[in-house]
């Protein structure tokens, strides 16, 4: 039974450039959440997709988009990129509709750095 | 305020000992509670779940108090490779929008 999976695993780029990371969720999920992590903080919540729609969305900007297939996995776009993009990206797959106690599993993460 | 507050630590603690990380949050309306491990470099992983009536597995207990929306995870007889960060994770019904918060840092000596 597969895991998540992210692809790249690590990735540079030129500021002002744009980048698209992709991810595969659980065998079995339906939901895929990005999150952005800084070094030394905690994940912070970018946006969640289900049912090929963003379905709830942090405080990032229009910069960040993202999109969902048929086949539940996803991929995560950040155009003109900054420097403060600079971060570890992390996907996290769910089962929707659960109440309590719906866990996500993490993808190993893609680090994007630029210079 | 932030939606989710963890104890900023770091937490160093020699092995053996018992220690204590509480979280709140903001969201009343939030349902879903979990504490998450995340090793240095790595991505998150489920340590446990927190339930109303509170849970525990083996040297691990989570607490959860709705009335005044705190968390709290204890974990005894501390050892070496519990060193970690601990991170306090909440969600909204479904599983919509999880929170994470900022983590604590635990360090265990020999």
Aim: aromatic share 12%; hydrophobic share 30%.
């Amino acid at each position: 039974d597969a895991g998540v999976t992210q692809s790249p695993t690590h990735l540079i780029k030129t500021r002002g450039q744009q980048v698209t990371l992709r991810c595969s969720p659980k065998s079995g999920h339906d939901t895929v959440s990005w999150y952005q992590q800084a070094l030394g903080q905690g994940p912070q919540f970018i946006f969640q997709y289900y049912e090929e729609e963003e379905r709830q969305r942090g405080n990032f900007p229009d910069r960040f988009s993202g999109h969902q297939f048929p086949n539940y996995s996803s991929e995560l776009n950040v155009n003109a990129l900054l420097l403060g993009d600079s971060a570890l990206y992390l996907c996290a797959s769910s089962l929707a509709g659960r109440g309590e106690g719906t866990e996500a599993f993490f993808g190993q993460g893609t680090r994007l750095t630029v210079v | 305020r932030k939606e989710v507050e963890q104890d900023p630590g770091p937490f160093n603690v020699p092995e053996g000992a018992t220690v204590a990380f509480n979280c709140t949050y903001s969201n009343s309306a939030s349902q879903s509670f979990f504490w998450y491990r995340q090793d240095c470099r790595k991505e998150p992983k489920l340590l446990m779940s927190v339930y109303s009536s509170g849970n525990e597995d083996g040297r691990f207990t989570a607490q959860l108090n709705r009335a005044s929306q705190y968390i709290s995870l204890l974990i005894r007889d501390s050892k070496l490779s519990d060193s970690a960060t601990y991170l306090c994770v909440v969600s909204n019904t479904g599983g919509f929008k999880t929170i994470f918060g900022a983590g604590t840092r635990l360090f265990v000596k020999a």
